[in-house]
Structure formats: C-alpha cells, structure tokens
C-alpha cells in the first residue's frame, strides 16, 4: 500500500526506541495499532456501504429497463390488436356489403389455383350433420355417410366368424401298461 520495506521499518522502530524509550514504546505501540485498526474498520465500513449503494442503484436500473421494455410490448400489443379488430370489422362490414358474391368470388378464385375450398356449416353442427344424409339406392332407406355400415342399422354386419372347438391336446395320451396282477 505505501510501499514500505522491511530495511524502513527497522530505521522507524529504531527511531522510536530512542525517542520513546524502551519504557513507553510498548504502549505507543498499542494506541498506533488501535488506530490503524479503527481507520481500516471505518475505510472497511465505507466501502462496503459504498456497495450496497451502487448494488441498490444497479437494481433500480435494470428495474426501470424492465418496467420500460414491459411498456412497450404493451403498446405493441395494443395496436396489434387494435390492427387485428379493424380488419374483422373490415371484414364484417365487406360480408355485410357485398354478402355471398364475396363468399363465391374467393371460391372461384380457390377453384382456379386448384385448392380445395370448404364450404357450408361448421363441421359437427346439425347443419353439418343433415348433409351427410346419402340419397339412397334403388330400394335402400337414407343413411348417414358418416356413419360406419352396421351402426345405423342400414347395411348388416358381416358374419361373425364360426367358433371354433376347444383345441385338442396335440400328444395323444400314453396307454397305461397292462398290470399283472389280477384284481381282487
């Protein structure tokens, strides 16, 4: 810290010997050490005030970053969805406007890039439902086309497949040896 050499300290504790003599240097010795130990606690107890204050301060910054970077994803989103309800509105109001001649525009315009277009009911709405109805047959009652043969009671289920018998066991059994002894 001060730069001081053990060949210096020899010449100040030799100075003080002499001025001091050896009766009062010992005390002299402990009231320089109580002070330089009450100034390294003071220096000790600012810098780590020091800290705490630049530690605080850091917090609050990254705090305020946060807060800000929180303001603007709100704004964001706010006109985000302020652009979103301006096109349904748009939307609502073409619909309104001009009716089914818009619906069949876009599917004629999915016709000609070759894509397939749905339209109709949501599917699973009884709407939905009533045009899976198939136009029956010569002679055959209407069925659900969504509905597989055999539940709606229109096409009968296949056969059940024949039961067969209980396996047999594949080892005939083994004749038992003819006893020599007659019964009694």
Known sequence: MFDIGFSELLVIAVVALVVLGPERLPKAARFAGLWVRRARNQWDSVKQELERELHAEEIKRQFDDVKTSMRDTE?????????V???????????ARHGDGVAATAAAAAAEDGEPVMTGPAPGSPASVAQHVVAPDEGEPPRDAMAPPGIDGSAPR????????PPTDSVPPTPTPPNDEAPR
């Open 75 to 83: 704004s964001q989103l706010r006109a985000s969805g302020e652009a």
């Open 158 to 165: 296949s056969d059940a497949p024949a039961i067969l018998p």
């Open 85 to 95: 309800r301006r096109e349904a509105e748009q939307m609502r109001q073409d619909v």
